[in-house]
C-alpha cells in the first residue's frame, strides 16, 4: 500500500457524460500527478501540480481538467467523454515539486469504462 | 519530446534462468526510475537511477544506468515465479515532474 488513495475504484459511464476521479496524496506530499494507461497509449503522463498549483502539463485533453485543494486532494474531471477515453487512471505523489530523488508513489487506479 | 523504448516487449523464461531487460531513450537525462505492475494493480517503485554509473539491487533484480549511452537495464539473476509482473521503466524530464514511460516488459517466469 503506497498511501495514496482513489476513488471511485471502477466507474462506468456513457459518452458524452463528464466524471470526476479523486486522489488523496500520501500524507506529507504535497506533489499530485495525473496518469493515464492504456493498450494503445500505454502509460502517460496528464498533469502535475504542487501545493495547489499547476506545475506541469502532458498530454492531457482539453475535455480534461484537474485541480487540487488546500487539503492537497486532487481531483480530474474528464468530460464530454468519448469512447476511447476508457482507460486506468493512476494518481501519484511526491513529496516535493520537482528535482532530487523523489519517487513518484502511485495510488491504485480508477478503472473508467465509457460505454 | 522524449522517447523512452524497452525490450523485449515480451519475456517467458524458466525459473532458475538469468535474463536482462534494456530501456532505452532518447534525450538526455540522468534520472530514471523502474516500477513493477501486478496485472490489475498499480506500479510498485524497484528502482530509483540518479547519475551515471548509478547500480541498485534488491533480491533478484539489479538495476543499472548509462547516461551516456541513454540506456538502463534490469538484471534478473535465478528467476522465480514471484517475479512475474509488467516492468516499466520511466525517465524524468529533468524537471523531477514529469515522467516518460515505456511500454513495458511482461515478465513470465514459468515454473
Known amino acids: 500500500d503506497s498511501g495514496v488513495t482513489q476513488t471511485p475504484k471502477h466507474l462506468i459511464t456513457a459518452t458524452g457524460q463528464r466524471v470526476t476521479l479523486r486522489c488523496s496524496p500520501r500524507?506529507?506530499?504535497?506533489?499530485v500527478y495525473w496518469y493515464q494507461q492504456s493498450l494503445d497509449q500505454g502509460l502517460q503522463f496528464l498533469i502535475q501540480?504542487?501545493?495547489?498549483?499547476?506545475?506541469a502539463k502532458g498530454n492531457i485533453l482539453e475535455r480534461f481538467s484537474a485541480q487540487q485543494f488546500p487539503d492537497l486532494h486532487s481531483e480530474l474531471n474528464l468530460s464530454s467523454l468519448e469512447l476511447g477515453d476508457s482507460a486506468l487512471y493512476f494518481c501519484?505523489?511526491?513529496?516535493?515539486?520537482?528535482?532530487?530523488?523523489?519517487?513518484?508513489?502511485f495510488g491504485p487506479g480508477t478503472r473508467l469504462l465509457v460505454l | 519530446e522524449l522517447k523512452v523504448e524497452q525490450n523485449p516487449l515480451f519475456l517467458s523464461m524458466q525459473e532458475g534462468k538469468n535474463y536482462t531487460i534494456y530501456c532505452n531513450y532518447s534525450?538526455?537525462?540522468?534520472?530514471l526510475y523502474w516500477y513493477r505492475q501486478d496485472p490489475g494493480k498499480s506500479l510498485e517503485s524497484l528502482f530509483v537511477?540518479?547519475?551515471?554509473?548509478a547500480v541498485k539491487q534488491e533480491g533478484r533484480l539489479m538495476a543499472s544506468l548509462d547516461t551516456k549511452a541513454r540506456l538502463s537495464t534490469l538484471h534478473i539473476t535465478a528467476a522465480v515465479h514471484d517475479l512475474s509482473a509488467t516492468y516499466f521503466c520511466?525517465?524524468?524530464?529533468?524537471?523531477?515532474?514529469?515522467?516518460?514511460f515505456g511500454g513495458g516488459t511482461r515478465l513470465m517466469v514459468k515454473p
Open positions: 500524507s506529507g506530499d504535497l506533489s
Open positions: 501540480y504542487y501545493n495547489g498549483e499547476e506545475r
Open positions: 520511466a525517465v524524468d524530464n529533468n524537471a523531477g515532474n514529469m515522467l516518460t
Open positions: 501519484a505523489s511526491s513529496v516535493g515539486a520537482s528535482g532530487g530523488s523523489e519517487t513518484q508513489y
Open positions: 537511477l540518479l547519475s551515471n554509473g
Open positions: 534525450t538526455t537525462s540522468d534520472r
